[in-house]
Structure formats: structure tokens, C-alpha cells
């Protein structure tokens, strides 16, 4: 049963920490996601990835927040130094994606990495 | 650059009462539509998609959406719902074929009691 794994589920730190969030998407895709999803502002596109090269990552705080595919089983989402705005869920989905073909665009996510920063 | 509206933000419902959420976006060319469902402490999950065809789609427990051109509507509907649809539901659109990036609109939070 393929799907997108995420760790930590649970993260609670202090603020200044550095966070490390890691995503394992599906095998075979080829687009990564990271969203944000806090009660205030829904879910906020982060970052993204497609063929592990980033296409957009305007949503994402430049000075703190960095996002990276080390490989394409892999994709880290870190805060360093994390405040307790960053407070949220986590979570990261892939899907596939052909230029000029029929795409439908579906994602897939994980279940997400809740962070408290106290 | 696409937007979704969600204009429900908090919908109760009785068990049996029928149910529909609406969902407009903002987006001047062809794009694909989808309806997740987040339940209690759980990841979204797909409940149905529209990319091409018959603009009135089936999901899975019972839902159903209808693609309105016209209106750059993608209601979500159910006849009659139940206490386990209890969830937040996100209607999501992206540009066909150009991108799978989908824009979210900010949910719409269904209680249904028993």
C-alpha cells in the first residue's frame, strides 16, 4: 500500500531549536509538496519540488525555513531557528506529473508532523 | 493567479439532513477540481476529482460534486449525511496540465449530529 511517509508525527521544542521535518513520498513521483496547515490560515503552500529541482517556494519564509530533495526518496522541510508562530501541522504530499500529457494533478499526502515551539 | 472561495466555514447538520458545500475559484483557464476530506487528527484524503467529462462526479462514501463552467463552481454534495462524515472538507484546483501545485481554499468545517 503505497504512501507518503512523514516523521516526526509529533514534535514539541523550545524556541531558537532547529526543526528537521523528513517526507518519504510514493515511489515513482515525481512532485513534492510541503504545506503548512495552522486554524488561521488554512493550508499555506510552502514549498515544491517536481524531478527534485524547486519550482516555488514563495509561501515559505526565506530567512528560517529551507526545503530540499538530498534524493528522490527524500525531502526535508527545516526551521532553524524556530519560533513559536511556526507552531502547525505539517505535511508533505507527492503526485506525479508529465509536461504536455494529461495530467490529472491528484496528491497524495502524508499524515503530518504537528509542531509546537513553546 | 488561482484562488479558491469556501463560503461555509462551519456547517452543522443533523444525521439524514442533506448536505451542500459550496466552492467557487478564480482561475481564467482549464483546471482540474478536487474535494479532501480531513477527518479528526487524520491526513487529507481524495474524495473526488473532475478533469475532463461528465461535469457531475461520483466519490466514495456517497458524495458527489458538479463542475459549473459558468459559474466556476464545484459544489460537493450528499443526500443524506451521517455522524461519521463529521470532518473539514477542502475543495482544491490546479491548472490542467500545467502544473499539479493545487491552491486550497480554507475549508469548511461539517459537524453532524447523531
Known amino acids: 500500500d503505497a504512501r507518503v511517509t512523514q516523521t516526526p508525527r509529533h514534535k514539541v521544542t523550545e524556541m531558537g531549536q532547529e526543526v528537521t521535518m523528513r517526507c518519504q513520498p510514493i515511489l515513482g513521483h515525481n512532485t513534492v509538496f510541503w504545506y503548512r496547515q495552522t486554524m488561521m490560515q488554512g493550508l499555506e503552500l510552502l514549498a515544491y519540488?517536481?524531478?527534485?529541482?524547486?519550482?516555488?517556494d514563495s509561501g515559505m519564509p526565506k530567512d528560517r525555513f529551507s526545503a530540499e530533495m538530498p534524493d528522490a526518496t527524500l525531502a526535508t522541510l527545516k526551521i532553524q531557528p524556530s519560533e513559536p508562530r511556526d507552531s502547525a501541522v505539517y505535511f508533505c504530499?507527492?503526485?506525479?506529473?508529465?509536461?504536455?500529457?494529461?495530467?490529472?494533478?491528484?496528491?497524495?499526502f502524508g499524515e503530518g508532523s504537528r509542531l509546537t515551539v513553546l | 493567479a488561482q484562488s479558491v472561495s469556501q463560503h461555509n466555514h462551519h456547517v452543522i447538520l443533523s444525521e439524514a439532513a442533506s448536505l451542500e458545500l459550496g466552492c467557487n475559484y478564480s482561475y481564467g483557464g482549464t483546471v482540474n477540481l478536487f474535494w479532501y476530506v480531513q477527518y479528526p487528527g487524520q491526513h487529507l484524503q481524495l474524495l473526488l476529482k473532475y478533469f475532463s467529462g461528465d461535469p457531475l462526479v461520483k466519490g466514495i462514501k456517497g458524495f458527489e460534486a458538479e463542475f459549473i463552467k459558468s459559474k466556476f463552481s464545484f459544489n460537493l454534495r450528499k443526500p443524506s449525511v451521517q455522524w461519521s462524515d463529521t470532518a473539514e472538507y477542502f475543495c482544491a484546483v490546479n491548472a490542467a496540465g500545467a502544473t499539479n501545485k493545487l491552491i486550497f481554499g480554507t475549508g469548511t468545517l461539517l459537524a453532524v449530529q447523531p
Open positions: 504530499a507527492s503526485g506525479f506529473h508529465t509536461s504536455g500529457g494529461a495530467n490529472t494533478g491528484e496528491l497524495f
Open positions: 519540488f517536481r524531478n527534485r529541482a524547486p519550482l516555488d
